[in-house]
């Protein structure tokens, strides 16, 4: 199960809601840059941080990013910052490497990783997505439209605090600016001369005889119909998949590991009359790691579930701690995600970010588990 890792600045503005104004003038035909605004905003799962994005994204120009606050738990180290663009609707089509132990992301809707320095201070520029360098589950991003990135943190450094942070912006044309004009001297007034008499209009006048006429012909076929489109309610896992649990080290009574699991994907191509009014949930259960003779239960391997194509009517389950946390893990059934009868339809991308916590003393070894993730109806 894989865990992972991973231009010049325009007006920008700390993103939460409050707006920003800036003028634009004109000087002699020059188009002049408007003066950058910013508003300081906390964020939500952590009022600790702050957030600032570029107010507008130009199109083809990186997006530019930065925060301050990001640190661990005991506040002596940056966090580890994964990046999503619009909550997971672009995937890469490049490698992102984790910043500190350089490991291969397998999870392509993380666009980037980022470490924050010491006092949890960051700053980034993303890629602006393009078809040369993204794949788009919804629509491309272009002149217009509302974008987002959203930042997480918590499993891909020890001792990190969970955090989802999301900020927003729009995407506008690259400007053009033009050649200078020279002012022209003002000429002398002249003298306004009399107003003369409105005419009366004049009747409209037939057209004339066409020098010649054609017909053409314009026909389409409906078919008959066979009642409404059905198709399957499926779910699917990239072949191979599997999480390399990275270790973070020994966190006071425990040896920390974390990963993300790989996308889930849930398509429902069912029609409203099969699927009644209903919609589908989805679930995970874990077997016990074993390692040779030594094994540790599954209730040590805990998560913390995403929808990574949100929309209304889909929402993930809640996080589960492990045992040395005082829960249950995922010996037991957790729910990934659910969707009622509003947001079943379509494709939809799932995730989860793994925590791994076990006793010290724990037996060396490579342990392996294996994860199930069942897909059912819902009434």
């Not at 104004?21 to 188009?31: E, I, N, R, W």
């Not at 200078?180 to 409209?204: A, D, H, K, V, Y």
């Amino acid at each position: 199960m894989a865990a992972t890792a991973v231009a010049p600045r325009r007006r920008s503005r700390w993103v939460t809601g409050m707006a920003a104004a800036a003028a634009v003038t004109t000087v002699f035909g020059f188009l002049t840059a408007p003066v950058a605004t910013a508003a300081t905003v906390p964020g939500t799962s952590d009022p600790a941080v702050t957030i600032t994005i570029d107010d507008e994204v130009t199109v083809g120009e990186p997006i530019t990013v930065s925060g301050t606050g990001w640190t661990t738990q005991a506040g002596d180290a940056g966090s580890v910052i994964a990046f999503k663009l619009d909550d997971g609707g672009i995937s890469t089509t490049g490698t992102v490497t984790h910043p500190v132990t350089g490991a291969a992301q397998g999870n392509k809707t993380i666009w980037a990783i980022a470490a924050a320095a010491p006092d949890g201070s960051f700053s980034i520029d993303l890629p602006f997505p393009t078809s040369a360098n993204a794949t788009f589950t919804g629509t491309p991003w272009d002149v217009g439209s509302p974008v987002s990135v959203r930042m997480l943190t918590g499993s891909l450094t020890a001792g990190d605090v969970m955090r989802t942070e999301l900020v927003t912006s729009t995407v506008v044309p690259a400007g053009t600016p033009t050649e200078p004009t020279e002012p022209t001297e003002p000429t002398e007034p002249t003298e306004p001369t009399e107003p003369t008499e409105p005419t009366e209009p004049t009747e409209p006048t037939q057209p004339g005889e066409p020098a010649g006429s054609t017909a053409i012909t314009i026909s389409a076929v409906v078919e008959e119909s066979t009642g409404p489109v059905d198709g399957p309610l499926s779910l699917t896992v990239d072949q191979g998949a599997a999480v390399q649990l990275t270790a973070d080290g020994q966190q006071g009574d425990r040896l920390a590991f974390s990963g993300l699991l790989p996308a889930v994907e849930v398509n429902d191509a069912r029609s409203e009359e099969t699927a009644a009014g209903g919609g589908w949930a989805v679930s995970a259960q874990a077997g016990a790691f074993a390692a040779g003779e030594a094994s540790v239960g599954a209730d040590h391997l805990a998560w913390t579930p995403e929808v990574l194509t949100p929309r209304a009517g889909v929402t993930a389950g809640a996080a589960v701690a492990g045992a040395l946390d005082g829960g249950a893990g995922l010996a037991q059934p957790a729910c990934l995600a659910k969707a009622d009868s509003s947001g079943r339809a379509g494709l939809t991308q799932l995730g989860a970010q793994l925590a791994w916590d076990v006793p010290v003393d724990t037996a060396a070894g490579e342990y392996t588990s294996t994860l199930t993730v069942s897909l059912f109806p819902t009434d």
